[in-house]
């Protein structure tokens, strides 16, 4: 994984749960290839961004229903009001995806700082609450069971291939 100062995954993000640190690993690391693109300040660059911008709502999604999932199965007590942060975050990005898309004027790299900073607000915060709900209640094992039947499926992995090179 590529070290990025824009942004870097910490152990203490880990909710402890192996299968969501993943996912949420490969949320920063994507996040930082977007950000490393966005500047480069070049047509393929440019080109990147167009196609990794899709990447990360996709995966981005892919993530959510598998946390969805997971806190549904742990019968996690906030699991409506973490759904409701989820929904509220896709639609922003889809807004401005959206515009981006309609040629409007959304500056790259700003754009990518708020994708930043909502998904390490978030893994810091609020998914350590399902973390510790998993933890005090010793449901590890109902936590793994999610990913058993998921995981031939799992969309995403690190297939980007940013290089940077144009
Ligand atoms: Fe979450």
Same mark, same amino acid.
């Given at each position: ?5 824009? !942004? ?13 640190? &993943?996912? %949420?690993?490969?949320?920063? *690391? ?6 490393? /693109? ?20 996709? *995966? ?5 229903? /598998? ?7 742990? &019968?996690?007590? #906030?699991? /409506?009001? %973490?759904?409701?942060? %989820? ?13 981006? #898309? ?20 978030? !893994? ?5 609450? *399902?973390?510790?709900?998993?933890? *005090? ?30």
């Amino acid at each position: 994984m590529k070290e990025s100062t824009f !942004i870097t995954w910490k152990d203490t993000y880990s909710v402890g749960i192996p299968q969501i640190d &993943e996912q %949420h690993q490969e949320l920063v *690391y994507l996040t930082a290839n977007l950000y490393t /693109a966005c500047m480069q300040g070049t047509e393929s660059g440019r080109l990147y961004f167009k196609q990794a911008i899709h990447k990360i709502v996709q *995966y981005v999604s892919f993530h959510f229903s /598998a946390e969805e999932k997971l806190m549904e199965r742990i &019968e996690f007590p #906030e699991f /409506a009001e %973490h759904k409701k942060q %989820h929904e509220s975050f896709v639609k922003k990005v889809l807004e401005e995806v959206k515009k981006f #898309e309609g040629g409007k004027a959304i500056v790259p790299p700003i754009f990518v700082r708020f994708l930043r900073d909502w998904i390490l607000t978030h !893994i810091a915060e609020e998914d350590q609450k *399902y973390g510790d709900y998993v933890r *005090y209640f010793k449901k590890e094992s109902v936590a793994a069971e999610v990913f058993i039947s998921s995981e031939s499926a799992q969309a995403g992995g690190t297939g980007s291939s940013f290089t940077g090179s144009s």
